[in-house]
């Protein structure tokens, strides 16, 4: 029997880490002397961050497949275009913010379907 928490601990682990990086990037666009203070580039970086944070927490809110599918492509696609932003502005603490939601993503969709638990429990 897993427990609702243990079931949406990938989403839980991507929110963090989009967080995460949103709190890095705030910090290199609004700190003078990162290199990226007031950039677009730095700009870009924020709103995929805030856009991952929205897109985890509609992930765990999900209910049908398809929406979670569709869900889990947006949100792959979210995490390479911002891990790239990343590198082109050296922010290294993203890339791996962003490394660690895609381990969230993974993990999230490694645990069973919704309709599997509960045919099992």
Same mark, same amino acid.
């Given at each position: 029997m897993s427990s609702p928490l243990s079931s949406k601990s990938g989403a839980i682990v991507l929110l963090i880490a989009s967080l995460a990086g949103l709190a890095i990037a705030l910090y290199a666009y609004f700190t003078p002397l990162t290199g990226v203070t007031g950039t677009l580039g730095a700009l870009v970086a924020i709103v995929a961050c805030? *856009? %991952? *944070?929205? /897109?985890?927490? /509609? /992930?765990? *809110? *999900?209910? $049908? @497949? $398809?929406?979670?599918?569709?869900? @889990?492509? %947006?949100?792959? /696609?979210?995490? $390479?275009g911002t891990f790239f932003a990343a590198t082109l502005l050296h922010q290294w603490w993203i890339c791996v913010a962003m490394v660690v939601g895609l381990i969230g993503l993974i993990l999230d969709m490694v645990r069973p379907a919704r309709h599997a638990r509960l045919s099992h429990s």
């Open positions: 805030i *856009a %991952l *944070a929205v /897109l985890s927490l /509609l /992930l765990t *809110a *999900a209910k $049908g @497949r $398809g929406t979670s599918i569709t869900l @889990r492509i %947006l949100i792959l /696609l979210g995490l $390479g």
